[in-house]
């Protein structure tokens, strides 16, 4: 399980922060636990009204999640799950997932929360979502990742200001 050697975080106060979170419709039960994950995370961090956007698929994250980091927001979450099948579609949108919003936190400077599970099988996204019974909360973990590095950004920023 990739869990093992999670840092142990305590939650900041990042009410000042602009969040948004930019999530995959593809299953639904997976996608419904990201989206919870992400808001209780945001809600542990002090964040009251996230933007949530809805896209249709995994690939279609990095475009939305660079409008969104355009108009400003200090973090962008982006939650999606791939799942292998028998082609090779699998490599191509986990790839162009991954490349994609590498590039909108490097373009942007903006903290961008890598939610998007690339697993195996259904079992193993479901073990990530952070349903009952789930091992691990990746879109908690993805929000939380986003917020720090947005409030480490930030300090940069007014180091460099003052």
Known sequence: MS?????????????????????ASWHTQVM???IDGALRACKDYRVDAPTIVRVPGTFEL??????LAGQGYDAVVALGVVIRGGTPHFDYVCNAATDG???VALDHTTAVGFGVLTCDNDEQALDR??????REDKGYE??????ATAQTIKTIKRGYEA
Not at 142 to 147: G, H, N, Q, V
């Open 3 to 23: 869990g093992a050697g999670a840092p142990d975080t305590k939650p900041l106060d990042c009410h000042d922060l602009r969040v948004a979170v930019v999530a």
């Open 32 to 34: 419904d636990g990201l």
């Open 62 to 67: 990095p475009v939305v999640a660079s409008a």
């Open 101 to 103: 919003l590498t590039r």
């Open 129 to 134: 979502a952070g349903l009952e019974g789930s």
């Open 142 to 147: 993805a929000t939380s990742a986003a917020l």
